[in-house]
């Protein structure tokens, strides 16, 4: 939710890291509740917003799952990995984009109480979850994306909150729908970013074998 650097593969962090393997846990927790509750809000709040938030929610906990199953692997399976989660967040921008046609065609009535209280809750979420991967920001291919990932969800959750704000105001259903396609475009600037740093580390670890 936002170019990455493209650096080389090293960092000044150790690969295993008993306080990232920690922080991981607590980011892979926090995001498994927070989709719960903002599929529920956006079921019940009609909200195309807070759906692509939920969905971004589960795809984080995967996210942080994943990094957790290859930490400490060979640096080919964390590129490996790293490249699989960007291909999930452009296939989760897709998924935002369909969304957002969906109601365009339907003409959806979001709820801007629940919008803005759910909104708030996950901004709280994302930003500790943030502060907490801050020291590991400069990591490899698969750290990175679990920092992009972290770094960019708090975007989301103002625009949400604004957008309530927005539905309010004009009684109209666009501020959410805007709201959802910058989201989507976020995803799929996200997962094109972390694609590229771990194709670029894959080809050079070719290079290195050969």
Same mark, same amino acid.
Do not use: H, P
């Given at each position: 939710m936002s170019a990455c650097c493209q650096g080389g593969?090293?960092?000044a962090k150790p690969v295993v890291d008993p306080r990232y393997r920690r922080v991981?846990?607590?980011a892979l927790v926090l995001n498994a509740l927070m989709f719960?509750?903002?599929l529920a809000g956006g079921l019940g709040g009609d909200s195309a917003a807070l759906l692509a938030d939920a969905v971004d929610f589960l795809g984080d906990a995967g996210n942080y799952g994943l990094s957790l199953l290859v930490l400490g692997a060979a640096v080919a399976a964390r590129a490996r990995a790293a490249l /699989?989660?960007?291909w999930t967040m452009a296939a989760y921008?897709? /998924?935002v984009l369909a969304k957002v046609a969906w109601d365009v065609s339907t003409g959806s009535a979001p709820q801007p109480l629940v919008m803005g209280a759910i909104g708030l809750a996950a901004l709280l979420v994302n930003v500790s979850v943030a502060l907490m991967l801050y020291a590991w920001r400069d990591g490899d291919a698969n750290m990175r994306s679990v920092w992009?990932?972290?770094r960019n969800d708090p975007i989301g959750n103002l625009a949400v909150m604004l957008a309530a704000w927005a539905v309010s105001a004009t009684a109209s259903a666009w501020p959410d729908l805007l709201v959802?396609?910058?989201m989507a475009g976020l995803a799929l600037s996200g997962g094109r970013s972390v694609i590229?740093?771990?194709?670029?580390?894959?080809r050079t670890l070719g290079a290195t074998e050969t």
């Open positions: 593969c090293s960092s991981l846990w607590i719960v509750v903002e /699989f989660k960007g921008g897709c /998924f992009i990932c972290s959802a396609l910058v590229a740093q771990a194709r670029s580390e894959m």
